[in-house]
């Protein structure tokens, strides 16, 4: 079974930065794909950032050159996701996302709220 457990979030003032972590556990081998999505209410979830097994990456336009994500840990089984200069319209809820042996496993989100 996996298990997703997140950490990270809050509240901060713009302009400010926060770090999202998700680490995977349960009897698991190589996590093909990693990330973090948001979803505002009303609207559908989108891809905030990803992360593959081989380090390549992926990010949504308009977290471009403020947000970064990274693996860690001897599984690469954990990923951070830093957040700078954040905006207003970053506050939402943020889930973990993995692809493993062709199925997608979610967290269960944790709240970012950046005031203004």
């Known amino acids: 079974q996996v298990q997703l457990v997140e950490s990270g979030g809050g509240l901060v003032e713009s302009g400010g930065s926060l770090r999202l972590s998700c680490s995977a556990r349960?009897?698991?081998?190589?996590?093909?794909?990693m990330g973090w999505y948001r979803q505002a209410p009303g609207k559908e979830r989108e891809l905030v950032a990803r992360?593959?097994?081989?380090?390549?990456?992926?990010y949504a336009d308009s977290v471009k050159g403020r947000f970064t994500i990274s693996r860690h840990g001897p599984g690469k089984n954990v990923i951070h996701l830093e957040m700078n200069s954040l905006k207003p319209e970053d506050t939402t809820l943020y889930y973990c996302d993995i692809n493993y042996r062709k199925r997608n496993f979610w967290g269960q989100g944790t709240q970012v709220s950046i005031s203004s």
């Open positions: 349960g009897r698991i081998s190589v996590i093909w794909t």
């Open positions: 992360i593959i097994v081989k380090g390549m990456t992926d």
